[in-house]
């Protein structure tokens, strides 16, 4: 699933000796995140991996809803399910977890799934079903949705969650609005239309290089957007404030699958910005912004330990469509 990819194609932290048992423990909830509300809004898949049998719960939205969690924010998450296993094993975890999904859609079929499978120990994504019932039903956000979504401090979506139509709407009921392109800024020309409504733009650029990467922040920021993050893969992730190109090497990790890296990083370094006073039409300063990043970077490497974006597998169900 491109989505998956971009996910696989945020920050991937230097490989160091690991066993498969998950790494070291994680990091410790930060305090001055208990007072921040955020919401994932959109996307949810399972990620079922075809050489182990198991699928894991996943997708940009969620996985920043479970990783704002884990830091200790207090985060919600707003999208579709579908009805099928992958689904249920979906809102069975955000229950598990504690995160509230009280507005979320269930629709009748197949929730969203991708498929992975490893080829000479490298992980390869080899279909997608495109979000499921959440492509198929386009996500409508109603006045309720709306109401809802202003009482948070920030709102997280993505191209792959089919709210295009709807930012200007989400933009003004929000305090901070951000979204991640993944790559689908190189091909689909959603800088101009999509930035303007936005408060923080990630954007995946590890294929095409630093140059044009940084260029694509040039225009992201001009176009209103308050700050633009390109992720470089390996080379690390760079954030411009309209004013200051601020960058971050990755940290090494004890790898035991990179899938949620650039999700942990956009979301740690987001709770930083947000935790220092960010608001909307006040881009953070270099200093705080490299401090966030640092951030982003520690947890990606951590998330990195686990099996799936964040552990919580479930076999794939037999009768599953593979």
């Known amino acids: 699933m491109p989505g998956d990819t971009a996910r696989l194609a945020g920050v991937l932290p ?37 050489h182990t049998g198991k699928m894991y719960p996943g997708g940009n939205a ?11 924010a207090d985060a ?19 229950e598990e977890l504690a ?30 079903n495109k979000g499921g019932v959440a492509r198929e039903n386009p996500f409508t956000p109603s006045r309720a949705d709306i109401d809802y979504i202003a009482g948070f401090g920030l709102v997280h979506t ?14 003004g009921a929000s305090a901070l609005l951000s979204y991640d392109f993944s790559y689908r800024w190189q091909m689909d020309d959603l800088i101009g239309s999509v930035t303007p409504h936005l408060d923080f733009a990630a954007l995946s650029a590890g294929d095409v290089g630093r140059e044009r990467g940084l260029a694509a922040l040039r225009e992201t920021v001009a176009n209103g957007c308050g700050l633009a993050l390109a992720t470089f893969g390996p080379e690390g992730a760079v954030i411009y404030n309209g004013k ?12 035991v699958d990179t899938l949620g890296a650039g999700d942990a990083f956009i979301t740690a370094t987001l709770l930083s ?22 951030k982003g970077s520690l947890f990606a490497a951590e998330i990195c330990g686990i099996d799936g974006a964040f552990g919580h597998a479930a076999p794939i169900a037999v009768n599953a469509p593979i």
């Open 62 to 72: 969620l996985n920043f809803a479970v990783y704002a969690k884990m830091l200790g």
């Open 244 to 255: 200051d190109f601020v960058s971050v090497l990755p940290k090494p990790a004890d790898v």
């Open 14 to 50: 230097v490989s160091a000796p690991h066993d498969r048992k998950g790494g070291r423990e994680m990091m410790t909830p930060d305090k001055n995140y208990s007072g921040l509300k955020v919401l994932g809004l959109g996307d949810n898949v399972v990620d079922r991996y075809l």
């Open 76 to 94: 919600s998450f707003l999208g579709t399910f579908g009805t099928d296993a992958a689904g249920r094993h979906v809102r069975a975890t955000l």
């Open 158 to 171: 993505s191209c792959y969650s089919h709210l295009n139509p709807h930012l200007a709407a989400l933009k």
């Open 273 to 294: 910005l947000l935790a220092s006073g960010w608001t909307r039409g006040n881009p953070p300063p270099a200093e705080t912004i490299a401090v966030a990043m640092e």
């Open 99 to 128: 995160i509230p999904t009280p507005l979320c859609r269930v629709v009748e079929g197949e929730n969203g799934h991708a498929d992975v499978r490893v080829v000479d120990g490298n992980r390869e994504f080899v279909f997608s």
